[in-house]
């Protein structure tokens, strides 16, 4: 009989766990479903649901630390830092638009399930570089801890890493510490108006290349988010720095033309669109994430124009290319062929419908050498394959 198990805690977890090793019983690993529909379908009679394991463990802001159960709402925990003038530094993107789910709707072991980050991650770094620790159940009901409350040289595996971007198919987390950082006092985006793909990612590297911080570097072509095309520059920190390094762009970026400026309000509001892909959010095309080095960006997508009829912008200063097709096939052997041509990346389904999802790679495939150390690492954590089977390879 299908069952929707609930655990209140890492207890609960465990024996639940070691219950469904012993029996064989594959478990479909949820925090709030938000992201349910990321990754393939995964087929499995158990759901093994972790919203109940919610609630702050620990907050010590003047260490920059948290320690938070992971069935904690997304929601909760950035609310609870911004209280405190302090941030998640990696910018959780959410989904929920994406998806056709209610924003902000996810949970922190989600987020670090699918290793979340928004455009900040340029110069933050990724999810997986914010956690300090973590405690979580194997595939063989055990469970173990990782990591620790504070920064440190660690020998032996680092095993959050690991977990995180692994989609729950190597084991549950259960508690996860993060380290937080003080918010920035203002923002301010740099934009350009009316550059073509070229030229809009050559002024975005150009950008990254010298002294002005940038915290995000996106181009939106024309159509994108309304009217001409848009290459935009995110500044944040103090006030008089932010006017500092304003004026370093004017005069590093003036052969591209004059600049506008967006203040605070107007720059959260567009760097949150950026990072939850909010272009594409009304559709039910397939949507994809493509990785590439960020000058190859507009290559590859004036390629796939070639072929088929697609809606891109660019993330990451080009490196991170979101991708719609419109005509609403996947063009998965297309879109792979020219992320080799390009010079290698990698690109993920992220939207799509569940037959579509069951009968695709959606996650880029793995080299022989790479695929066989994923092997022996899901043999090692989960040897029995009861954590979300197939959700990222068929059969696995």
Known sequence: MDATLKPQS??????????????????????QGSKRALGRPVQAAHVLDLSGLTGIESYEPAELVLTVKAGTPIAEVEKLVDDNGQELSFEPMDYGPLLGCAPAQGTIGGVLAANLSGPRRIKAGAARDHVLGMEAVSGRGEVFNSG???????????LPRALCGSYGTLAVATTVTLKVNPKPETSATFMLSGLDDDDGIKALCQAMGSSAEISGAAHLPAGVNGGSSSTLLRLEGFSTSVDYRFRTLQTLLASYGAPSRLEAVETGSLW??????????????PVWRISVAPTAGPQLVASLRETFELQAYYDWSG???WLSCLDGALHEADIRAAIDAVGGGHATLVRADASQRANACVFHPQPGPLAALSRRLKEQFDPKGILNPGKMVSGV
């Open 319 to 321: 490196g991170l290319v």
């Open 148 to 158: 620790g409350k504070v920064v440190k040289n660690v020998t032996g595996y680092d």
């Open 10 to 31: 890492t207890g609960d977890v465990e024996k639940v766990v070691a219950w469904a090793a012993a029996e064989d019983q594959p478990l479909e690993i949820i925090g």
């Open 272 to 285: 949150q669109t950026i990072r939850d892909v909010k272009p594409y959010a009304d559709g039910a095309t």
